[in-house]
């Protein structure tokens, strides 16, 4: 992690119609940072990460994403960030290899990148004696690591990661945030949102988002030392208690 910082936002704000999705949310993340999102569902996690990667513009305040700024630069932004959602992005009705090569190219390297890369990749995963099986046919935790390792396979400066191991085992999602740890201490950043709390515990620093609203900021010891809990789940239910979104 450097001093460099990658993300910015200032009183980020998101309306629908009278309702007020994300309220003046303001925070910086670091180059190699692993940053968590938490909140409950419908606290405003995917709508500020939606808002961050260019697909929703905001109503009100300010972003800068690698740099570059979220109203009139989300072009740039796009080429420079990773994206995995919770159901992962992939192609069932396509083999693995043909699903690297799309979004090798989606990502818009060339084809002799494209070619290496996914060697790379297939090798990594150790799936050469599956490269041409439909993905569909894939447990769920080896899509899971596919989709995460396709969302960096050209290097962005962030990777953002929405729920990424919803639905998988524990032992599939300690797998999991062992391939977040190399890819930060390669220096991309990571930006998650989850809802299990265990997980927060693997990040340098997290932000709690109740409401639309952040609500505790800091690394996950730091918090639990200022709320006096042996947890991150008890520091979240304590701030959650008076919450009046829950779905």
């Not at 909140?39 to 961050?52: D, E, P, Q, V």
């Not at 693995?96 to 002799?112: H, K, P, R, T, W």
């Amino acid at each position: 992690m450097t001093n460099e910082t990658v993300i910015k936002t200032e009183d980020l704000t998101k309306r629908f119609g009278d309702f007020t999705a994300v309220k003046k949310i303001s925070f910086e993340v670091k180059r190699g940072e692993i940053f968590g999102f938490l909140g409950a569902n419908g606290a405003g996690k995917t709508t500020a990460m939606k808002m961050l990667i260019g697909i929703l513009k905001p109503t009100s305040g300010n972003a800068k994403i690698a740099g570059f700024d979220i109203y009139n630069q989300t072009e740039q932004i796009k080429k420079n960030i990773g994206y995995m959602s919770q159901k992962f992005s992939l192609y069932e009705d396509l083999t693995i290899m043909e699903n690297v090569q799309l979004f090798a190219g989606i990502y818009g390297l060339s084809d002799d990148e494209i070619k290496q890369r996914s060697s790379e990749l297939i090798h990594k995963l150790n799936l050469q004696n599956q490269a041409d099986k439909l993905v569909e046919s894939l447990p769920l935790g080896w899509k899971q690591k596919l989709a995460f390792s396709l969302a960096i396979i050209h290097n962005p400066r962030i990777v953002f990661l929405d729920e990424p191991t919803s639905g998988v085992d524990p032992i599939t999602r300690r797998q999991f945030w062992n391939m977040i740890y190399e890819a930060a201490s390669n220096g991309i950043t990571v930006f998650v949102t989850t809802h299990y709390m265990d997980e927060a515990e693997y990040c340098n620093r997290i932000t709690i988002l109740v409401d639309g609203v952040i609500k505790a900021l800091d690394s996950p010891a730091a918090l639990k030392e200022k709320y006096n809990t042996s947890s991150i789940e008890d520091v979240f239910v304590l701030l959650a208690r008076g919450a009046k979104r829950n779905d």
